[in-house]
C-alpha cells in the first residue's frame, strides 16, 4: 500500500501534467488520478493544486516530492547497478547547450568522447535559449551562470571569467576607464542584453551600457574590439588569447565578477545511465583543466 501512488504522483509533479505522467507510465490519466486522489487520501494530506490548466505542488507535496524522486532514483540505480554491471556504454546521448559554448569548449570534447567509445552516437542541439529537456527528450543540457530552481539535478562542471577589454588603439585615443561610471564616457560593444555584470564592494552589480554596436556573436563583438571600435565584456575562451598576445588590454580588473558556474543539468526522469554518468564525468575532468 505504501508504495501505491508514488510513482503516479512523481510522474505529474515533474511533467505537470495527469496526461503526460499517463502516457510516461503507460497507463490511463483516469487511473493516474485515482491513484494520486488515493494517496493524498491515505497521508491526509493535499499534495498538488490542480487547475483546467496547470498542475502545482502544494508546500507539503513539495517535501514528499523530494522524499519520493529519491526514494525511486534509489531503485533506478539499483536496477541499473545489476543490469548494466558487464554492460559497454553504448546508444543515443542527446544533449543541448549554449552556442558558442558549444561550439568551442563542449563538442570537442564529444568528439573526443565518442573516439573512446565508439558505440556512443551524440545528437546536440545548440542554443541560447533555454530548452525544456523533458519535452524534447533531452539527456542532458549544459547551463552556465545561477541556475533557477526546479525539478532538476545539477552538477558542476568548469567555471568562466567575463573579461572587459579593448584594444591599444582604442586606448591610445579614448583612454582608459577606472570606474563603473566612466564606461559612459565609452563606446561599448553590446551582445545581447543592455548591461554587464560587475563585482563592486562585495556585492554584484549590473551595469547598463550603451553604444554603437550590438551583435548577437561573440566572433564579431571580438573582431570589433580588435578594430578600436569599442571597449567590450566577453568570457575568456573569447579573448584569452587576444589577452595573452596583447591585442586587447584587460580594464576594470577590480570590478571583475566572480567566475560564472558552468553545469550539466538533467532531469530526475532521465536518471543518470551509465553513458551519461560516464560523459558528465568525462566532462567534469576535462573541462576543469586550466
Not at 566572433?219 to 570589433?224: E, G, K, P
Request: hydrophobic share 35%; with cysteine; glycine share 6%.
Amino acid at each position: 500500500m505504501k508504495w501505491d501512488g508514488i510513482s503516479e504522483f512523481v510522474y505529474v509533479t515533474e511533467y505537470e501534467s495527469f496526461t503526460q505522467a499517463a502516457k510516461k507510465l503507460s497507463i490511463s490519466t483516469a487511473q493516474v488520478s485515482r491513484q494520486v486522489s488515493a494517496l493524498e487520501q491515505r497521508l491526509n494530506i493535499k499534495l498538488l493544486y490542480r487547475t483546467t490548466r496547470r498542475v502545482s505542488l502544494t508546500e507539503e507535496g513539495r517535501v514528499f516530492y523530494q522524499h519520493c524522486r529519491g526514494v525511486l532514483d534509489g531503485l533506478d540505480a539499483a536496477e541499473q547497478a545489476v543490469s548494466n554491471l558487464q554492460s559497454k556504454p553504448q546508444g543515443m546521448i542527446k544533449l543541448t547547450a549554449p552556442v558558442t559554448y558549444g561550439e568551442r569548449q563542449l563538442l570537442p570534447l564529444m568528439n573526443d568522447f565518442m573516439l573512446q567509445y565508439s558505440d556512443i552516437e551524440v545528437t546536440a542541439f545548440l542554443s541560447n535559449q533555454k530548452i525544456d529537456l523533458i519535452e524534447g527528450g533531452y539527456d542532458l543540457a549544459i547551463r552556465i551562470g545561477k541556475l533557477r530552481d526546479s525539478t532538476m539535478m545539477a552538477k558542476k562542471l568548469s567555471s568562466r571569467t567575463n573579461f572587459v577589454c579593448a584594444s591599444p588603439s582604442y586606448i591610445e585615443k579614448y583612454g582608459i576607464p577606472h570606474s563603473l561610471t566612466e564606461l559612459v564616457q565609452h563606446n561599448c560593444l553590446l551582445g545581447t542584453l543592455d548591461y554587464w555584470h560587475f563585482k563592486e564592494a562585495g556585492k554584484e552589480r549590473n551595469v547598463r551600457v550603451t553604444g554603437t554596436v550590438r551583435y548577437n556573436s561573440g566572433y564579431s563583438l571580438v573582431d570589433a574590439a580588435l578594430k578600436g571600435l569599442g571597449i567590450v565584456q566577453l568570457p575568456d575562451y573569447y579573448v584569452q588569447t587576444h589577452l595573452e598576445s596583447g591585442e586587447l588590454i584587460s580594464l576594470l580588473d577590480t570590478y571583475r565578477e566572480h567566475r560564472e558556474e558552468i553545469w550539466a543539468v538533467y532531469p530526475h526522469n532521465r536518471h543518470l545511465s551509465p553513458k551519461i554518468r560516464l560523459l558528465v564525468d568525462y566532462l567534469m575532468e576535462h573541462l576543469s583543466k586550466p
